[in-house]
């Protein structure tokens, strides 16, 4: 078992899928979205043999793969995963494989439709089991494209158009590459400097002990292209306007795991390689955090279409993220980790459940609706689990994440983490008014005809719903993987610390 | 002497007379054939040179080089000659008499741009670039009845004679100054006077104009959209990497950079940061794809200029790694226009609507082609950048490399503007667009190119490395 590469095989079988489906004639639905589905439950199921059987007690980097790729640069083509990125690979694949349950029902081009969601999800995925910087950010950018694609040819055009949205995503966070690429290089050329080698090995390059003034530039860069992609107040324009213009799928990865990717950079690759920068910068991202929490959450009160009450919601809560990640000791970054986790698979059940009803009822407007428990129980089941989940109710996982925050940030920053608390009941105003709104409510005889989620639409709720509901009732299978994680990258980052004083 | 070595320029030569003298022989049918044959020939000559490609020798007291940087750009040539020959396969119907005229030029132009790339002296490289340009003057204007291509060739003549002049007369001040026309010999011989400066000046004004940089670009976008398409992209891929080529050699061995009191590096960085800038911003409102390639390339040259700005492994890697990259990508750019030109008759962004519901894989194809030359990963042009950037930010231009790289995020705009009308455009016709076999040939050959040196650049990586061994 320890040199079967079963990272890669987790990585490619959607682009195998996805190179499958481009052969098949394009008339033949079935088969498309059989060859999707397969796929994604390959690299579900596996990596969930990841999860059981990467040894915690050992913690680490484990199921290594390292394939030289470009000599000069450095560059390896090397996996791995370690308690950090374990988690996010997990959510990755059952987002991934939720979200190809949740587009069963589209009928239009349906093949370039399976074939481009495959290959955004082998590019999420890529983010989040690479340890070599090269591949991270060729991954990190891979994503863009299909999107883009994808809201343009099957998302929907409300308040703005699917174009305008579709382009405001993607230059947004092309923007922010290009700064990360400055970084990037920076980075890559001041390690060879001082090393004589070229490497782009995260691990090494964490080894390495850069000037102070160097590594606050190079932060300053990433937290901007990674702020970008978290949707950092004030660079979080994008992100309502985007979900709202996507179509579900789309939504629900992006929402689900390829924010995180900002997540998990600014742990990964700033913190670890650059801990001086990050602590000189992280009061900038507490302030801005709390502009996410209480902002956003202002803006959300007042939304009237679902998608967008979880967009600018998915907004506020990106900054418990990064508060979290900002206050810079174990117990907070834990919880960031956790949180992305949660807030993943919270959002995406959400956008799977609006998507689901609207496609049936043209329609996401809040006033709309009313009472649609009566006809349909389970598509409220799937809203209530969401909802809740999304305010921070105990016996979900996302309570685990946000208590794990606030207790670890208040030690740093104790006004700060008081304000940011207030985004919880600004939650509960907002989640609850929508909900009660559309779910409950008198009988309303023109959603009589609304058929309830069955057959395949039923396998988002059950696959995602049961991530929400085990890892809240059984938060140490989470817990231990991502605090052994975060524990190794503390105790490093703690040394280079001392050896930069000394 | 071993003139054997030669035989990768002798052959050319030989082929591209042979296709003209040919050409007035043979009855119309036999025209066809002459095209073929010379394509296959070139293929030939490819292989061999690829073969040859480590062998070095000095020939004439070293006013011609055949070295690694020479030869590699030599199968650059030949491989950008042969698609776009191929794409052309159609579209030469159009040329109906003079089609194997058409392949006899496209060849002394390769030769012009081996002598180019090769020459170890101002007055040989002077030659080669008067072989290529005239040949290109002629291809320019060579559909007759379109007034358009017509205008773009005189503008060509004038203007192109124009730049001649300047950078012929750089090469004398230069000459006046240190007694040799000899490149090698440049570098020991020279002292920093005024006049030198000025020579120095217009070589690289003179350059600027053949690689369209700013402020020297505003011939590009009339010819470019002008010319027959073949015609542009030859001249967008391969007279401008001549040109890369030559100036390369010129600023690296003759005035190598730390060694002289006259930065032009500072120079170049200021051209290559106008361009990168003006030429993507025109771009954004092109409606024409023609046009709007022609902007494209035009900034794509800034890109390339960053390499030589930082003059350091990674730069100069850079460099000759985009140029190649930049045949495939850009070849099947505007291989997929050529193919909607054919069909539609027209280039503007209009005919391209529907395109993905008519023939996926030309829509395809334009868009990862497009993708690779805005630098987005997996395609070629990522690792491209990634070094040209690379040695900039080594060489301590950082702010180059932040304009570059954000530039090159806007113009993902324009190239999108392109992937819209194809992917939820609306066409009246719906029947897929009919390719013959060489057209598909060099799309598959451009996509396979874009794709395989973006996934895998180690071995282009290393070749080029060899390449660039003789200046570092």
């Not at chain 1, 703005?160 to 890559?188: D, H, N």
Request: charged share 10%; net charge neutral; with cysteine.
């Amino acid at each position: 078992m320890n040199n079967f590469p079963i990272l890669s095989l987790i990585l490619l079988a959607p682009l195998i899928g996805a190179i499958i489906i481009m052969c098949l004639p394009k008339d033949n639905g079935k088969a498309i979205k059989y060859i999707a589905a397969i796929s994604t439950f390959l690299s579900l199921l596996l990596s969930l043999v990841v999860f059981i059987g990467y040894d915690r007690s050992l913690g680490g980097m484990q199921f290594v793969e390292k394939i030289p790729w470009i000599a000069d640069l450095g560059v390896n083509y090397a996996l791995g995963v370690d308690g950090i990125s374990l988690p996010l690979m997990l959510l990755t694949n059952l987002i991934g494989f939720s979200a190809v349950y949740a587009s069963w029902n589209n009928k239009e081009r349906i093949k370039e439709f399976f074939a481009l969601l495959l290959i955004l999800i082998t590019g999420v995925m890529g983010t989040f089991v690479t340890t070599d910087l090269f591949i991270f950010f060729l991954f990190y950018e891979v994503v863009v494209i299909p999107i883009y694609l994808m809201v343009i040819m099957w998302g929907s055009t409300k308040r703005v158009t699917k174009e305008y949205a579709g382009m405001k995503l993607t230059i947004y966070l092309l923007i922010g590459s290009a700064f990360l690429m400055v970084g990037l290089i920076s980075l890559f050329i001041k390690a060879k400097g001082i090393t004589g080698v070229p490497s782009m090995d995260m691990a090494f390059l964490a080894t390495i002990d850069f000037p102070v003034s160097f590594q606050v530039m190079v932060f300053a860069f990433m937290a901007f292209a990674f702020g970008t992609l978290l949707s950092m107040f004030p660079f979080h324009a994008w992100s309502p306007d985007g979900y709202a213009g996507a179509p579900t799928a789309v939504s629900m990865i992006h929402a689900g795991v390829l924010k995180k990717i900002g997540g998990y950079g600014l742990i990964r690759i700033g913190l670890f390689i650059l801990p001086a920068g990050a602590q000189i910068i992280a009061p900038i991202i507490a302030v801005l955090a709390i502009g996410n929490v209480v902002y956003a959450a202002y803006i959300c009160i007042s939304q009237k279409d679902l998608k967008y009450i979880v967009g600018y919601s998915s907004v506020s809560h990106m900054g418990y993220v990064l508060i979290g990640i900002a206050a810079l000791n174990l117990i907070s970054i834990n919880g960031a980790i956790i949180m992305m986790f949660a807030h993943g698979v919270m959002a995406a059940l959400f956008f799977a459940m609006i998507g689901n009803l609207y496609e049936k009822s043209h329609t996401r407007n809040v006033d709309d609706f009313g009472g649609l428990a009566h006809q349909m129980p389970r598509l409220s089941v799937g809203f209530m689990l969401a909802g809740l989940a999304s305010l921070g109710l105990p016996g979900m996982v996302n309570f685990i994440g946000e208590f794990t925050i606030f207790v670890g940030a208040f030690s740093t920053y104790k006004v700060l983490t008081i304000i940011g608390v207030s985004g919880i009941i600004f939650t509960a105003l907002y989640i609850l008014r929508a909900l009660g709104n559309v779910l409950f409510g008198p009988r309303r005889e023109e959603w009589d005809h609304l058929q309830d989620l069955k057959g395949p639409e039923m396998v988002p709720l059950i696959v995602l719903g049961a991530a929400i509901l085990i890892g809240g009732i059984f938060p140490f299978t989470l817990m231990d993987l991502i605090s052994s994680g975060v524990g190794d990258l503390i105790a490093q980052v703690g040394l280079v610390q001392i050896g930069g004083i000394l | 002497m071993d003139f054997s070595l030669l035989t990768t320029e002798i052959l050319v030569a030989l082929i591209g007379l042979l296709v003209l003298v040919v050409g007035l022989v043979l009855p119309d049918r036999g025209k066809q054939l002459v095209g073929k044959l010379s394509l296959l020939a070139l293929a030939i000559v490819l292989v061999y040179a690829l073969i040859a490609f480590p062998r070095e020798a000095s020939y004439f007291n070293g006013i011609y080089q055949v070295d690694v940087f020479g030869n590699y750009f030599k199968i650059l040539f030949l491989i950008a000659g042969i698609l776009v020959m191929l794409s052309a396969s159609k579209y030469i119907k159009r040329f109906a008499a003079k089609s194997s005229e058409f392949y006899g030029l496209m060849i002394l132009a390769t030769l012009g741009m081996m002598v180019l790339s090769a020459s170890g002296d101002f007055i040989t490289m002077y030659i080669g670039l008067e072989l290529m340009t005239i040949s290109f003057y002629i291809l320019t204007a060579y559909l007759q009845s379109d007034k358009r291509s017509s205008e773009a060739g005189l503008k060509y003549l004038i203007l192109g004679a124009i730049s001649s002049a300047v950078l012929l007369f750089g090469m004398s001040l230069v000459y006046a100054m240190t007694g040799t026309t000899i490149i090698s010999e440049i570098a020991g011989a020279w002292t920093m006077q005024p006049a030198m400066a000025a020579g120095l000046v217009m070589i690289i004004a003179g350059f600027a104009f053949k690689i369209s940089v700013i402020p020297f670009h505003m011939w590009a976008p009339d010819i470019y959209q002008g010319a027959p398409i073949p015609v542009t992209t030859y001249l967008a891929v391969g007279s401008k990497a001549a040109a890369f080529a030559a100036l390369v050699r010129v600023f690296m061995l003759a005035f190598p950079p730390g060694s002289i009191s006259f930065n032009w590096n500072i120079i170049l960085a200021v051209l290559a940061v106008l361009t990168m800038v003006i030429g993507n911003l025109i771009a954004l409102t092109q409606k024409n794809v023609k046009r709007l390639l022609a902007y494209s390339s035009i900034a794509q040259a800034g890109y390339i200029l960053v390499g030589l700005v930082a003059a350091n492994t990674y730069g100069l890697k850079g460099v000759l790694f985009y140029a190649m990259l930049y045949v495939f990508s850009n070849t099947g750019a505007f291989a997929v226009a050529t193919a909607v030109e054919v069909d539609a008759g027209s280039t503007d962004i209009d005919a391209f609507n529907g395109l993905a519901k008519r023939s996926p894989m030309l829509a395809a194809i334009m868009t990862v082609c497009m993708l690779s030359l805005a630098g987005i990963p997996p395609m070629a042009g990522f690792v491209g950048k990634f070094y040209l950037f690379s040695g900039a930010i080594q060489a301590g231009y950082l702010w180059v490399a932040i304009i570059g790289l954000v530039m090159s995020m806007v113009s993902v705009y324009y190239y999108l503007g392109v992937a819209k009308a194809m992917y939820i455009g609306v066409s009246i016709d719906e029947n897929p667009i009919k390719l013959d076999v060489p057209a598909q040939m060099a799309l598959w050959a451009c996509l396979a190119g874009t794709l395989l040196i973006g996934i895998y650049p180690g071995p282009l990586s290393n070749f080029v490395q060899t390449a660039i061994s003789m200046f570092l």
